[in-house]
């Protein structure tokens, strides 16, 4: 069974971190730009509130996840969105 949950990216960073590498192999649009994510710009993102993060998880062992900016839309303001 899995496990769909709301974590914090900063404490599951490292855990993550051999997901997100697969995933840019398998889908990246500029295989030849180094992977590179700005992990304090992330962590001051979550902090902010900016940032959702979302786990999926068999037997205790993350399977996937989701990452997604929440803020408020550029041309509606009052209208807080969020973008993977």
């Known amino acids: 069974m899995i496990a ?9 960073w490292d855990e993550m971190a051999p997901l997100m590498l697969a995933h840019w192999r398998e889908i990246a649009h500029y295989p030849d730009i ?3 994510p700005d992990k304090e ?9 900016l940032v959702r ?6 037997d ?10 929440v803020r408020p839309n550029m041309h509606y303001r009052a209208s807080r969105q969020a973008a993977q």
């Open 53 to 58: 993060f979302y786990t999926a998880r068999a």
């Open 4 to 12: 769909f949950t709301e974590e914090l990216l900063s404490a599951t």
């Open 41 to 49: 710009g992330y962590a001051l993102a979550e902090s902010a509130g």
């Open 60 to 69: 205790g062992r993350l399977v996937g996840y989701v990452i997604f900016f």
């Open 34 to 36: 180094e992977l590179d």
